[in-house]
């Protein structure tokens, strides 16, 4: 018979940010362990649950007993288990070890040979006798990053461990782990609940916690719960909710009982810069602000309290009064920061070190001016402008707010921009010039942006690298991997060259700072960046088949991965693609250089044919390429199946008179270069 299997370690406050992931690893574990000892009826069917204070899974169809199994041990091979009809040492060993005798041991065949075995009815054993171990391996299963003592304990955990709840049904299953014994009771609410809960079943848990503990047990019903009352709020307001899934997240780990209220600050604090004020609210007090339909920062927020009271304007009053001094350290610092220009900060930055083998952040300003200017030319853009937002840009660096929040980087750069009179496309050039910060995120808008978003992920790549400190593994602590797939998305969409805008990055750098190999190596390490970001849209093999050519202007790659796809759908696409494997194989054990096609020496109809197609079609390829229209230039191909298959089913192209082969490789050549015009289709899979 089979039954509910409910767990649940009654803990102290677990970390808000990891409480979700340990709930759902915990619940995965015990499932994962019940399911090889073979105590399910069937597939794992689990529920996780989650609070501030207890991590808990709900298992159904545990059974009570294994079942019986039928096992096989393996011993000797029988050529070595006897010798003159007397068993050896090895068959002695194995039988002793199996608790079996000579002749309850049988001969199987194990795949490769004939071995001796034992073959027994394994009883199965009760879940009591197996669930202890398999909660203590759950437990150590955890990711837990740092784990604590208490008490005068031995044992180690994530957080003091109180109590242990395992029932199987009604009954209560014996267990011991990280010192406590299993028992059916547990607690609910610090606050609103009334004491001690005696579990009835397994199946009951959640439904007492929530009616007798004032506890919602489930991270996902609290989450819906507090989404569902913040959005009704929001609603009565005419507001929307200014939070990420993270600040939601984190707020669904912090109470056991949520209930939304609404509180308020004075409007004055909107001279702010609302990014400021959001971020406090966010941040510091794990608030939810509210914009209006203009998508301005509103005088209203809402907060998640723990509690149920018949008046919470206590509860409000509190979180008004922590909020108000909040917000004041905010508009003390914008009004202080307001003293001194962008411009008046500069020399500050000689003294903050942005690497010790690269020198300040003053001497990297330097650097990225001239990266920002070169790429501002080539983009036709004004350099002068791209120089002074790349100029200005690292200097709310050294401003109040800055150091009170280091995310408000580059937004408060713009602010203080304005309030010094730099122009707008300044202003928003020293706010973007971080963009990308995040896959997925927007890129800088303008070419004046691009031009300072680029200087600054070209130089932190090509320096970091330069002096050996290269991303290795899941290591990267300079976030390599992501300036890269920034650069290669603003690359994307702009006329610039991959290797121009490195070695431009590059030279800014004092003679002998970086490694001569420098360029070459990021470049390299940029293709295999591009493979990546690229397979999250296109097959594997049409991403290699464009990359081959290694592309230094990306700007028509989009095309480029489109036209192979549409080509890989046409029905001579794999025949072509496999007669440019053998074209490329031939060329490699060509012995002389490659040069023009001797017509005079080409002997057989075949060959004559395929130069005649092959003449034809280099025109319309190479017109396509020009324009862009690299579907055509792949199409085209298709024309010439006919004259390659027959060149390969009648010319042996390894002639033994020297010229005659010489040409033939000629041929050969000029077909590849049209058929890797775009791309190297031979790297298509059928």
Aim: with cysteine; glycine share 6%; charged share 25%.
């Amino acid at each position: 018979m089979t039954q509910t299997l409910l767990i649940e370690l009654l803990t102290e406050e677990l970390p808000p940010k990891a409480l979700n992931n340990l709930g759902n690893a915990f619940a995965a574990a015990i499932a994962e362990g019940l399911e090889k000892a073979q105590l399910l009826d069937g597939a794992a069917e689990y529920t996780a649950y989650a609070s501030p204070r207890r991590l808990a899974v709900q298992v159904k169809n545990v059974k009570a007993v294994q079942a019986d199994q039928q096992i096989v041990k393996k011993g000797p091979a029988v050529a070595n288990a006897m010798k003159d009809g007397v068993p050896t040492k090895a068959l002695e060993g194995f039988a002793r070890g199996a608790g079996a005798k000579i002749e309850d041991l049988t001969m199987i065949h194990d795949g490769k040979q004939d071995v001796y075995a034992y073959a027994y009815t394994q009883t199965g054993k009760p879940l009591d006798e197996l669930l202890e171990d398999i909660i203590n391996q759950a437990v150590k299963k955890l990711p837990i990053p740092k784990v604590m003592r208490w008490g005068s304990s031995s044992f180690t955990f994530v957080r003091p461990v109180h109590a242990l709840t395992v029932l199987h049904g009604d009954k209560i299953v014996n267990a011991n782990v990280l010192g406590l014994q299993s028992g059916n009771t547990t607690l609910g609410h610090r606050f609103l609940s009334e004491g001690e809960i005696t579990i009835r079943n397994a199946d009951s848990y959640a439904e007492q916690l929530k009616n007798e503990g004032k506890v919602i047990a489930s991270f996902a019903e609290r989450k819906i719960a507090i989404q569902t009352a913040l959005n009704a709020q929001a609603g009565r307001l005419n507001a929307t909710v200014a939070a990420d899934e993270a600040l939601l997240d984190e707020v669904t780990a912090l109470v056991e009982w949520p209930v939304v209220l609404e509180g308020g600050f004075e409007a004055h604090f909107l001279a702010v810069p609302q990014e400021c004020l959001i971020l406090t609210m966010q941040q510091n007090q794990k608030y939810f602000p509210l914009l209006d339909g203009n998508g301005k920062l509103m005088n209203r927020f809402l907060l998640v309290s723990n509690l149920e009271a018949d008046d919470p304007s206590h509860i409000i009053r509190g979180n008004e009064r922590v909020l108000r001094a909040r917000l004041s350290d905010a508009e003390f610092f914008y009004k202080q920061d307001q003293k001194a220009t962008l411009e008046s900060r500069l020399p500050k930055l000689a003294q903050v070190v942005y690497h010790n083998k690269l020198g300040s952040q003053a001497e990297r300003l330097d650097r990225l001016m001239s990266i920002s200017g070169h790429i501002a030319r080539a983009l036709g853009a004004d350099a002068a402008v791209a120089e002074r937002a790349t100029r200005l840009s690292k200097a709310d660096l050294v401003t109040e707010m800055v150091g009170e929040f280091p995310e408000l980087q580059g937004t408060m750069g713009k602010y203080y921009a304005r309030l010094d009179g730099e122009s707008e496309e300044v202003a928003n050039a020293i706010e973007q010039h971080y963009r990308p910060r995040f896959a997925g995120d927007d890129l800088p808008e303008g070419k004046i942006a691009t031009a300072a978003a680029l200087a600054d992920k070209l130089e932190t790549l090509v320096g970091i690298w330069g002096i050996g400190l290269i991303p290795t593994g899941d290591k990267d602590p300079y976030a390599l991997r992501r300036s890269a797939l920034g650069i290669l998305r603003m690359l994307m969409n702009s006329d610039l060259s991959i290797s121009d805008v490195l070695q431009t990055a590059y030279a800014t750098f004092p003679a002998g700072k970086l490694a001569d190999n420098t360029v070459a190596e990021v470049a390299d390490f940029m293709q295999a960046r591009l493979a990546v970001l690229l397979q999250n849209d296109y097959p594997h093999d049409i991403v290699a088949a464009v990359l081959a050519q290694r592309p230094d202007r990306l700007n028509d790659l989009t095309a480029k991965l489109d036209a192979v796809a549409a080509f890989k759908q046409l029905p001579e696409a794999a025949a072509l693609a496999a007669a440019n494997k053998r074209v490329q194989n031939l060329l490699k054990k060509a012995d002389a250089d490659l040069g023009k096609v001797d017509e005079s020496l080409l002997q057989q109809d075949e060959e004559k044919a395929l130069y005649a197609a092959a003449q034809a079609l280099q025109p319309k390829i190479a017109a396509a390429v020009a324009n862009n229209d690299f579907q055509t230039a792949l199409t085209e191909l298709a024309a010439i199946k006919p004259q390659v298959d027959a060149f390969f089913d009648g010319v042996m192209v390894m002639a033994e008179d020297p010229a005659v082969k010489q040409n033939r490789l000629n041929l050969l050549n000029q077909l590849a270069q049209q058929m890797n015009a775009v791309a190297d289709i031979s790297l298509l899979s059928e």
